[in-house]
């Protein structure tokens, strides 16, 4: 695939995945917890599309990376309905879909994607699961997916206008996808941590923000991960959640299992 | 999410006409080599004390993002990986005893596990202190963990030990015969040479019931020679059935027994 190819594809409706990924060997692994990790996910011209992209949004629209998220020393900017260009593969159906299928999820169609930047000395983080809810506008499409924010829905608390109806998810997958990183070397420090606990404070497993690689995992209540403080680089990824039906999420788990946003 | 790969266990273990090869020190370059290039040779038990060997086993598995229900050739032959500190009571105790249980034999004994400090002998207390567990990693585990191996399952199998040419590879070095000046690896030379020399002694008292056992000595893996070449090294020894005693060196310049 040439760069002006990589373009094109960016600038389409539907993601060709079958062109895009690179490697698809990917690895699921059992510890600490079932999770998936990939190196060489896409085809080089289209990872320096998305590169190059991310670079863009941040160097021409830093008021779109809010610090605002408790306990995570990051800046995010939120993908929104209409995301152009190569990022837009994230909020596809496409990806949605292999996300689900790769963890073995029934997912409905709902996403929530952001951009991450963590300064050089970001602090690292505590475990937590991912395990929220989360509540969308809207009702799925056969092939389409609904954005986080649609009709102006609250995210987090299900806020919404009046005569919008709000309809409660809770994170099924997490996806987080590293890209425009300075090469990375072991002490660099800016992994994503996997513990056992929530109370631990060792990682069993660490997955450093290598370029164009993605680690995936089901939410669930023992999917503890954390992230590892960055000391000499900046450390960006893109980080993503397909959602499952609350009722089941409950029936699974139970009620008490889903962690509330504080 | 279903992260292991799958292999046929039936009462008596996975059914394979693969030999059962006990690794340790799965984690490194060698055991990582051994696991990569030849599982499909071996039922590999892989002994890991901190960083499991990235191979596909209970704990891993390849799966086609594009068509996660599909099965993988990569996923055939998963080793068998158990973390344990084979410093600690009960552990070379409790190896022993999970790779029987689930395999119902030992027919290759790899020992890779090493610890090596490099330091000047007078440069503070550093060398020094680490002298026992120089010794205790590179000699007393395999000896401990042959002693257990032989008492466990081979005393008693002299004639199955002979047809299935079960043996053990001590993984010495060059070190152990050889002073590189400026490196500072007199104590890890001197437990080198030391395993060496036990796995003579071991080699002539295992003769008695059917157990080979030999010496690999590779030089500094993987700057001077590749983890690939010190596997096929293993392998080498373990394929000849009338190798016992012999120190196999691996070497950038020569391979000489």
């Known amino acids: 695939m040439t760069a002006g190819q990589a373009t094109a594809v960016a600038e389409r409706s539907t993601w060709p995945l079958g062109d895009l990924l690179d490697n698809r060997r990917w690895v699921r692994r059992a510890e600490p917890f079932a999770h998936a990790v990939a190196h060489d996910v896409f085809v080089p011209e289209f990872y320096a599309e998305l590169e190059r992209q991310f670079i863009t949004l941040m160097a021409e629209h830093p008021e779109a990376f809010h610090r605002d998220m408790k306990g995570y020393d990051a800046a995010g900017a939120v993908l929104r309905e209409g995301q152009d260009g190569p990022l837009g593969i994230f909020v596809s159906r496409e990806w949605h879909d292999l996300v689900a299928a790769v963890a073995g999820v029934a997912a409905t169609g709902d996403v929530s994607a952001s951009l991450h930047h963590h300064g050089p000395g970001g602090r690292s983080g505590w475990p937590h699961n991912d395990l929220n809810p989360g509540w969308f506008g809207g009702q799925p499409v056969d092939g389409e997916i609904i954005l986080a924010g649609r009709d102006g829905v609250s995210y987090q608390t299900g806020d919404h206008p009046a005569g919008v109806p709000a309809r409660r998810t809770v994170r099924a997958v997490s996806v987080l996808f590293y890209l425009a990183n300075p090469v990375w070397s072991s002490g660099d420090g800016g992994e994503t941590g996997l513990y056992r606990g929530l109370r631990d404070r060792q990682p069993v497993a660490v997955v450093p923000p290598i370029n164009n690689s993605l680690l995936l995992f089901e939410c669930t209540p023992y999917s503890f991960h954390g992230f590892v403080g960055n000391r000499v680089s900046p450390r960006n990824s893109l980080v993503m959640w397909v959602h499952r039906d609350y009722d089941e999420a409950v029936a699974r788990w139970g009620e008490d299992s889903i962690v509330r946003w504080s | ?257």
């Open chain 2, 1 to 257: 999410m279903s992260a292991g790969a799958e292999e046929s266990v039936g009462r008596s273990g996975p059914s394979s006409d693969r030999r059962v090869c006990l690794l340790t020190g799965a984690g490194g370059e060698l055991g990582t080599a051994l696991c990569q290039g030849y599982a499909d040779r071996y039922q590999i038990v892989a002994v890991y004390r901190r960083r499991a060997p990235q191979v596909v086993s209970q704990n891993e598995s390849v799966v086609d993002p594009l068509d996660p229900a599909a099965s993988r050739p990569e996923n055939a032959h998963p080793v068998y990986t158990i973390c344990a500190d084979l410093e600690q009571p009960g552990q070379i105790e409790r190896v022993v005893e999970l790779t029987l249980a689930r395999y119902g034999a030992i027919d290759l004994l790899v020992n890779a596990a090493a610890h090596s400090v490099w330091s000047p002998v007078i440069d503070g207390g550093e060398l020094l202190a680490s002298l026992p567990r120089q010794f205790s990693v590179n000699v007393g585990v395999p000896l401990a963990l042959a002693t257990e191996v032989a008492r466990r399952f081979w005393l008693p199998r002299d004639r199955d030990n002979r047809a299935s040419n079960r043996n053990v590879v001590n993984v010495s070095s060059v070190a152990a015969a050889r002073v590189f000046p400026g490196r500072g690896q007199s104590v890890y030379a001197a437990s080198k040479a030391a395993l060496t020399q036990l796995s003579k002694h071991l080699a002539s008292e295992f003769a008695a019931f059917g157990v080979r056992v030999n010496v690999l000595a590779p030089n500094s893996f993987p700057s001077v020679v590749s983890a690939d070449d010190v596997a096929a090294g293993v392998v080498a020894l373990d394929d000849d059935p009338r190798a016992t005693g012999r120190v196999l060196t691996v070497d950038a310049l020569a391979e000489a027994g």
